[in-house]
């Protein structure tokens, strides 16, 4: 698997050609943007005017305007950018996921099924919408892995009675297979509680957490203070996390710089890294030879691939029972 700095030069090197077109197609689509974003403000402005003379004007009533406003704006958004997104993940996306490893393969409308998601036991409320893109899927040194972006959501009825939809993750989610078979499950969790509260308010409320299977009280402190563990297995859950395992996953969590939730579930282990955002989507508004723009794409990349180096998931530390 190639590094990040070997993944750069190839960003450059071999991809800079097609960024310069893309560059200038970006250049054209961003003023394309602002102009037909002018013109549908200033069709929506009259047109709230207009209504104002002729309805009774309430906070229900603008709302409902803002809200149509925003979510005709967003699919107008979408329908714009749509061409030029397919172009940026078909001739950028596509070769850095082939450049990382070629056993890879790349799917840029398909994502993680729910049934996986769901496995994972990572969020205790069920999704009841779930969507995404950009399937990765292949192996690494013999161990599967498979990771796309994901939007999860649930509905609430609200105190009107109207369906509103909440995200329940937004990132990248990804599952790999682990070199063991779990008899039980482990869930590794980030750590609100005791940094919101502190150790004994916290701890505390860990305990109480019902949901959940019984805490495991680390000998960590370092990871103590980051994540909070529970397993319907104590022995096994201490098995599996390793001073060095959770040392390594520290470091991933460094890395990523985002919440990151863990589960040991059957013989894969579940990784959610909540970003709250789409994750190799172009940018339209900042030029693609940009060095930071460059470096997030391939830095996201690396970073899912590079879990089962990372986690040491290709070494035998245990053996499948």
Not at 178 to 199: C, E, M, R, W, Y
């Amino acid at each position: 698997m190639k590094s990040v700095s070997e993944l750069t030069d190839y960003y450059y090197k071999s991809l800079y050609p097609t960024l310069e077109k893309l560059e200038i197609e970006r250049k054209n689509l961003r003023y394309r943007i602002a102009i037909i974003g002018m013109f549908y403000t200033l069709i929506f402005f009259l047109l709230f005017m207009a209504l104002a003379g002729h309805v009774q004007m309430s906070i229900e009533f603008l709302g409902f305007f803002v809200v149509v406003y925003l979510g005709i704006g967003g699919f107008l958004y979408k329908y714009l950018t749509k061409d030029y997104t397919n172009e940026f993940k078909d001739k950028i996306i596509q070769p850095l996921v082939y450049a990382i490893d070629e056993k890879l393969t790349y799917a840029q409308d398909s994502h993680m099924p729910q049934h996986l998601f769901e496995r994972s036991e990572l969020f205790t409320s069920s999704p009841d919408r779930i969507s995404g893109n950009d399937l990765v899927q292949g192996e690494i040194d013999g161990i599967k892995i498979e990771f796309s972006d994901l939007h999860v959501e649930t509905k609430h009825r609200n105190s009107k009675g109207k369906d509103e939809w909440q995200t329940l993750f937004r990132g990248l989610f990804l599952v790999c297979e682990f070199n063991k078979n779990f008899h039980g499950k482990t869930i590794v969790l980030p750590d609100t509680a005791q940094s919101t509260f502190g150790n004994l308010i916290g701890g505390w409320l860990q305990s109480k957490n019902f949901t959940r299977g019984e805490l495991v009280k680390m000998d960590d402190t370092e990871f103590e203070k980051e994540f909070v563990v529970y397993s319907d297995d104590q022995i096994e859950a201490r098995y599996i996390l390793s001073h060095s395992l959770m040392q390594r996953v520290l470091g991933f969590k460094q890395k990523s710089k985002h919440p990151l939730y863990l589960s040991f579930i059957g013989e894969s282990i579940h990784m959610a890294i909540d970003y709250n955002k789409d994750l190799f989507e172009p940018a339209i508004f900042h030029s693609l030879l940009d060095y930071k723009v460059a470096m997030e794409y391939v830095k996201t990349l690396h970073l899912a691939v590079s879990i089962v180096e990372e986690l040491k998931l290709n070494q035998k530390l245990w053996s499948k029972r």
